[in-house]
């Protein structure tokens, strides 16, 4: 390619699809669509393929493609099985799974990550194991990463691998009582409210018992007059978000190094879980945008489908 | 009344309307029906009081009448302030609101019962504690009680009062992820699995983290055929009646006296939580099916309105 594309990433999720065209040292240009694997119809997950990213793939016929997220499970076009922790881009590059397209194209599929606890209950991640890649970027220390969403990862990596790993349901509960509980109707507006997102976060460190018992707060602060109808979801979101803090840093297999965690995202609720980290006396370091991309291409390169320079030279790297 | 009746006691709650015809030693008559305050058109109580009651309010034009439950809240007929714990019998009695019918009755109102926690965070009941009354029948002893529910609730009782009290979300949290979740999604099936119960159950007092991380092995034990999509519902809900559980234990101001805990009501879920609480190490009594209308007689005979012979002589006492 004149401009140095060595390959074709897409990060394709549940909800939605973000494609790059990865140089050696950076991305080139980002494209996304709410074409996420729920909104396909029929499954042909080609059709929309071509349709976001065609262009691209006619100008370099011989560019690698490969992809990541919940395409790559039961749900989408190729279930890769999980690749066990722990994980790094080599043990991911192993694990991909390929198929060819109608069109003649060959697409490379990135493994999710799972993880058996000790107690024999399997966690899992997909998606987001090519995230933590691309933000290690190489690096060789310990750290510890948030991913908040939906069902929010936390993770453990070292030596350039994710060793641990855990789920929290913290986002999708956040919505269904918002939507659909007694606490979701006595809640009006939307606005961020600073102080009750604080009361929250502070009331999930110190409150007695445990959440089933503290979600009844968000109704009893209401209706005491404690906090306005319009700050319950911002109480709610911090006593969960609060909630998730203290379960995390609980069962981490060892503490955070240097007391510092970093997030990933930087959409307002990762700027939310950055709150409540420093509100918990940890440091929040801000993850890369371009995490998603740079893992691509970091597994792309360990499998040999790109020559590769060491990754720490990426320009966007830490 | 030529068969003794003493009373009309009311539990009008949220969803359901139940009517006991009370004599000083027990219920002569029972009325129940679906007509919960939600469901009251208008709020137009009395047309509903009428339809269901009226025949007894109109042979018997000079019997005492008492309510409790929701149907004393700001969305019901009469809002009465909550009486501040400790509140037994006594205390109900004095704090009673009342107001008279269009048709001229006079209708005698049970308030709740609030907490001020020491973290300042309110807790309240509207309806149980007129059932948790019932229960003590008098009794000096110390007890711990369970009403299992939508808000599940605790309360500690000692000298024929509730000294402590807590409400848990469990069975508002179980309805809104079975319908409104990617758990629920995954659930086939309602039929009980009672091995799938316990080990929800034991997860709740052995899995690492707290809920947030644990509800995601409702997913992942699906997702590696752990557990078969009919076994899930069940599942899920020891994992909420666990966590429950460990959570009321950990914040009861004292242990339960003589390792005992009752359950009030003979529902299937009251079952469950008799199940939970043995599997925990704990006795666990059953309460009594009747313990509304004993609590509503109590506060009657308290307030003077019911001619009173000692509570411990009553027919169904424990």
Same mark, same amino acid.
């Given at each position: 390619? *004149?401009?140095?594309?060595?390959?074709?990433?897409?990060?394709?999720?549940?909800?939605?699809?973000?494609?790059?065209?990865?140089? /050696?040292?950076?991305?080139?240009?980002?494209?996304?669509? *709410?074409?996420?694997?729920?909104?396909?119809?029929?499954?042909?997950?080609?059709?929309?393929?071509?349709?976001?990213?065609?262009?691209?793939?006619?100008?370099?016929?011989? %560019?690698?493609?490969?992809?990541?997220?919940?395409?790559?499970?039961?749900?989408?076009?190729?279930?890769?099985?999980?690749? +066990?922790?722990? +994980?790094?881009?080599?043990?991911?590059?192993?694990?991909?799974?390929?198929?060819?397209?109608?069109?003649?194209?060959?697409?490379?599929?990135?493994?999710?990550?799972?993880?058996?606890?000790?107690?024999?209950?399997?966690?899992?991640?997909?998606?987001? !194991?090519?995230?933590?890649?691309?933000?290690?970027?190489?690096?060789?220390?310990?750290?510890?990463?948030?991913?908040?969403?939906?069902?929010?990862?936390?993770? =453990?990596?070292?030596?350039?691998?994710?060793?641990?790993?855990?789920?929290?349901?913290?986002?999708? %509960?956040?919505?269904?009582?918002?939507?659909?509980?007694?606490?979701?109707?006595?809640?009006?507006?939307?606005?961020?409210?600073?102080?009750?997102?604080?009361?929250?976060? @502070?009331?999930?460190? !110190?409150? *007695?018992?445990?959440?089933?018992?503290?979600?009844?707060?968000?109704?009893?602060?209401?209706?005491?007059?404690?906090?306005?109808?319009?700050?319950?979801?911002?109480?709610?979101?911090?006593?969960?978000?609060?909630?998730?803090?203290?379960? @995390?840093?609980?069962?981490?297999?060892?503490?955070?190094?240097?007391?510092?965690?970093?997030?990933?995202?930087?959409?307002?609720? +990762?700027?939310?879980?950055?709150? +409540?980290?420093? /509100?918990?006396?940890?440091?929040?370091?801000?993850?890369?945008?371009?995490?998603?991309?740079?893992?691509? =291409?970091?597994?792309?390169?360990?499998?040999?489908?790109?020559?590769?320079?060491?990754?720490?030279?990426?320009?966007?790297? *830490?």
């Amino acid at each position: 390619m *004149p401009d140095g594309a060595a390959l074709i990433g897409i990060d394709w999720g549940t909800t939605s699809f973000r494609a790059y065209r990865i140089a /050696a040292d950076g991305v080139l240009e980002t494209r996304t669509a *709410p074409a996420g694997i729920l909104k396909v119809a029929d499954g042909d997950f080609e059709a929309v393929l071509e349709r976001e990213v065609g262009a691209w793939l006619g100008a370099a016929p011989a %560019l690698p493609v490969v992809v990541s997220g919940m395409i790559t499970s039961r749900q989408g076009w190729l279930e890769v099985p999980y690749c +066990a922790c722990p +994980a790094g881009s080599v043990e991911l590059a192993h694990a991909l799974g390929a198929l060819t397209t109608r069109g003649g194209r060959r697409l490379h599929f990135v493994p999710g990550v799972s993880l058996l606890g000790g107690d024999g209950v399997p966690d899992v991640i997909r998606g987001e !194991e090519t995230q933590i890649i691309g933000q290690l970027a190489g690096g060789r220390g310990a750290a510890v990463l948030v991913l908040p969403g939906t069902h929010s990862k936390w993770a =453990l990596v070292a030596e350039g691998r994710i060793v641990w790993f855990a789920t929290f349901m913290t986002g999708e %509960l956040f919505a269904v009582l918002r939507e659909h509980s007694i606490l979701g109707r006595l809640m009006a507006g939307a606005a961020p409210d600073a102080a009750a997102f604080a009361r929250g976060l @502070a009331y999930a460190r !110190e409150g *007695p018992g445990g959440l089933l018992k503290r979600l009844f707060s968000v109704r009893t602060l209401g209706l005491f007059d404690q906090l306005p109808a319009s700050a319950l979801a911002s109480y709610l979101s911090g006593l969960l978000i609060g909630s998730e803090l203290v379960e @995390a840093l609980a069962c981490l297999p060892q503490p955070p190094d240097a007391q510092e965690i970093t997030v990933i995202g930087d959409s307002a609720l +990762a700027e939310r879980y950055r709150g +409540a980290i420093e /509100a918990a006396g940890f440091q929040a370091r801000t993850g890369d945008g371009d995490a998603g991309a740079r893992g691509l =291409l970091l597994i792309a390169r360990a499998a040999g489908l790109v020559p590769g320079a060491e990754p720490q030279a990426l320009r966007s790297g *830490p």
